[in-house]
C-alpha cells in the first residue's frame, strides 16, 4: 500500500516477513494432513490426532448466486450482459481470495499452535492425464479451479514463512481407506459419514481424508529422509543415483 501525505511525498508501508528456516524432521515430528473438500472448505489433522474444521462461511451459497446470474446473463447475450458479466467475474475473485486468505491464515495458525514440521496437501496436478472416470467426483471438481489451486498457494507460503514445510501427495484413494485398520473399499462412505465395512470405525469423511492424507506425508516424508541421510552418508558418490537405489545397494552389501 502506498500513500500520499500532506506534502505530496509518497510512503510505502512494506511488511516484510521473514522466512524460518524449515524445522528438523524427527521421530518425534508432527505431521498435519489438509483435506479440501466441498462440503466443508478444509479440514486439518494432526499426527497426535488434533483437528479443526475451516468452514468457509456461506461461500457456497453465494458462489451459487453468482453461479446463477452468469447463466440467466450468458443466455441474454447482449453487450451490457457481458459488461456485468465482466464485473461478476472480477466480484467472485476477489471474494475467493478473500476467503482464502483467511482460511490459509487459519490453517498455518493451527499447524503452529501444534508445532507442525511437514504439512500434507493433495496433489491435483499430476490427475489431468488420467482418464477422467478415475477421479472422484471431488477431484474433478477441483481440477478445474483456480480458487482450489490459490488456497494451496497461500496455505504454501503462508507455512513456509513459519518454517514449515509442505508436502503435495498422490490423492488417489485418501478418501476410501479406513484411517484405523487401512480397509479399503468403495463402501465406507456414504456423504459426509465414514463408516468402516471391516471394522465398523465411524467418522466424518472429510476427517477420514484429513487423516488419511497426514499417514501418507509422513511415509512421503520418512522415505524422501532416509535417502537424504543415505546420499549424505556415501562419501563415494559416484553416479546421482536416487536413494531408492542406494538404499537397495547398501542392503544387498550388508
Ligand atoms: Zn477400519
Known amino acids: 500500500m502506498n500513500f500520499l501525505n500532506k ?38 489433522s494432526t499426527t497426535d490426532n488434533k483437528c479443526k474444521f475451516f468452514a468457509g462461511g456461506d461461500i457456497k451459497n453465494r458462489r451459487n448466486v453468482y453461479k446463477n446470474m452468469r447463466t440467466k446473463l450468458q443466455s441474454k447475450g447482449t453487450l451490457s450482459a457481458k459488461r456485468v458479466l465482466e464485473r461478476l467475474a472480477g466480484k467472485e475473485k476477489r471474494l475467493m481470495t478473500d476467503v482464502n486468505h483467511c482460511i ?11 508445532s507442525v514440521s511437514v504439512l500434507g496437501l493433495e496433489d491435483l496436478t499430476g490427475i489431468r492425464d488420467r482418464t477422467n472416470n478415475k477421479l472422484r467426483k471431488k477431484q474433478k471438481y477441483l481440477h478445474n479451479s483456480w480458487a482450489f489451486y490459490q ?98 545397494t547398501s542392503v544387498a552389501s550388508s
Not at 521473514?18 to 515430528?29: R, V
Not at 490459509?104 to 501444534?114: G, L, P
Not at 501427495?169 to 468402516?196: A, M
Open 151 to 248: 488456497l494451496q498457494q497461500f496455505i504454501e507460503y503462508k507455512a513456509k514463512n513459519a518454517g514449515i514445510i509442505t508436502e503435495y501427495i498422490n490423492p488417489e484413494y485418501t478418501s476410501q481407506p479406513c484411517c484405523r485398520c487401512d480397509h479399503i473399499s468403495k463402501n465406507n462412505r456414504k456423504g459426509l459419514k465414514f463408516r468402516c465395512k471391516a471394522c465398523g470405525f465411524e467418522l466424518n469423511a472429510d476427517l477420514n481424508g484429513a487423516r488419511n492424507i497426514e499417514h501418507r506425508t509422513r511415509d512421503y516424508r520418512y522415505i524422501l529422509e532416509s535417502q537424504e541421510c543415505l546420499s549424505t552418508a556415501h562419501t563415494d558418490n559416484r553416479s546421482e543415483k536416487s536413494g531408492i537405489s542406494m538404499l537397495a
Open 7 to 44: 506534502d505530496r511525498n509518497y510512503y510505502f508501508n512494506l511488511t516484510v516477513s521473514q522466512e524460518l528456516p524449515d524445522k528438523k524432521i524427527e521421530d518425534a515430528s508432527t505431521f498435519m494432513g489438509v483435506d479440501v473438500g466441498i462440503n466443508s472448505f478444509a479440514v486439518a
Open 104 to 114: 490459509s491464515k487459519a490453517i498455518v495458525k493451527f499447524a503452529i499452535e501444534n
